[in-house]
């Protein structure tokens, strides 16, 4: 099965860079997603790794570590609507595992 | 229009009431998906289904059944709803395995009184 673990919550100034993490253990890797998703709304996709390094988009960036269990999920020039709740999720063959989530609230 | 619909957005319903979730895709993936969302729990998978003839029981599934009506269309029931069934409800589609996109509903808000 998967452990997944992140921060509960984080709170960061408009701006400013926040770095979320994942440490994941699981018996078989697929790959790591992180999901946005606001409040009340549908998670949506951001990004998805499946080899070590680190992807950016745009204001967004995922590294992965494969032998650390290890992602994060970087934030660069926070705006008030990235406050949301970012989650970070492991697919086994079947289903996506997903962690407990971190909310990320962005103040001015 | 939403690839993904959810149907009801929002419902209130009474302890031993039958409920009866839908929704329906656009996206003509095969694989769909019943998660439920509770306060620091994350998301957890009730059933799956990987076509209209293939349907797998997720980790909760106690409690709940499904039918996988067309491609399109894959509705959740709860026969006999109880309080701490109580939760936030997505509907999921992707096209391949898991290790491809998931695409979700807008969600289902249920409370069960």
């Known amino acids: 099965g998967q452990n997944i673990d992140q921060p509960t919550e984080m709170t960061a100034t408009e701006g400013a860079i926040v770095q979320i993490n994942c440490t994941y253990q699981?018996?078989?890797?697929?790959?790591l997603f992180w999901y946005q998703q606001h409040a009340g709304e549908a998670p949506t996709f951001l990004s998805y790794n499946v080899l070590d390094g680190l992807e950016e988009k745009g204001r967004f960036s995922s590294f992965l570590s494969r032998s650390k269990g290890y992602s994060y999920l970087l934030l660069k020039e926070l705006q008030m609507k990235d406050s949301a709740s970012y989650l970070c999720a492991v697919p086994n063959d079947y289903k996506l595992s997903f962690g407990a989530g971190t909310t990320v609230t962005v103040r001015a | 229009d939403a690839d993904v619909t959810q149907t009801p957005r929002n419902r209130i319903t009474k302890t031993g009431k039958r409920i009866m979730l839908e929704c329906s895709q656009t996206k003509g993936h095969d694989r769909m998906y019943w998660y439920r969302q509770d306060p620091g729990l994350g998301l957890r998978l009730i059933y799956y289904?990987?076509?209209?003839?293939?349907?797998n029981k997720g980790e909760i599934s106690d409690g709940y059944s499904v039918s996988r009506q067309a491609q399109a269309k894959f509705s959740l029931s709860l026969e006999s709803a109880i309080p701490n069934q109580t939760a936030l409800y997505f509907c999921?589609?992707?096209?391949?395995?898991?290790?491809?996109?998931?695409?979700f509903g807008q969600g289902t808000r249920l409370t069960v009184v």
């Open positions: 289904s990987f076509d209209v003839k293939d349907i």
């Open positions: 699981t018996s078989g890797f697929n790959g």
């Open positions: 999921a589609t992707s096209e391949g395995g898991m290790n491809t996109e998931a695409f």
